[in-house]
């Protein structure tokens, strides 16, 4: 009884503490309906946002990449690589646009970034570094008790996940911004350069819950 005490608590204290994540991935090992990584947002009132992750997959159906629910919108901002060799899914207050001619590549890491504007409405993804054309989503804000997911795709808030949308295979270097990154900056964090980490989630300071199969270990990358 005092040692599934113990085990609980470290649990709580681990899951509760900011760390620092450099070096480090989260690996996603099976199709599942509950595997997943929760993150806690620094601030959940935001007009803008930049979203930048780098990911290695296998997969070639449907699966989110990142998902940020609230109670109004389950798809408050949503990057979903579609089963369609190259169209991305940008989902913004649950409204979609789809970039398409974007090379997403297998089995390799790649960064992913994806940013939103919402006096305009434009939204932007980047696939290491190549731009897509800016489109128009939806204006706006959104705000109040975000719920972000890295792992599975939010149907609802923090749940209503499918087994067969679930991501597999690695994710690293998770940052999220209150603003527009330029694109020089954006080319900064492509490069793994020193770039300005992101002040709604830093992969440096970060603050989240793993749940089922999903395993914090050493980055897997070139020698050097």
Known sequence: MMKSLLIVLMLIECTAAVQDL?????????????????????????????VCLRSFTDLTRNHGLFSLATPSFA??????????????????????????????????????CSTWDGTTGLVQLWLDGKPSSRKYCSEGTIRSNFVIILGQEQDSHGGGFDAQQTFIGMISDVHMWDFVLS?????????????????????????????GKVVVEDKQGPCS
Request: with cysteine; hydrophobic share 35%.
């Open 75 to 112: 798809n408050g901002f949503l990057i979903f690589k579609k089963s369609t060799s190259d169209q991305v899914e940008i989902n913004v207050r649950n409204k979609a646009m789809t970039v398409s001619s974007q090379e997403y590549k297998l089995n390799t890491w790649q960064s992913v």
């Open 183 to 211: 694109p020089c900056e954006m080319q900064r964090y492509v490069d793994d350069l020193n770039f300005t980490p992101g002040n709604v989630l830093n992969w440096k300071a970060l603050q989240f819950e793993t749940i």
């Open 22 to 50: 450099t070096g480090k991935m989260f690996s996603f090992t099976q199709d599942s309906k509950t595997d997943h990584v929760k993150l806690i947002a620094a601030k959940d009132d935001v007009k803008a946002i930049t």
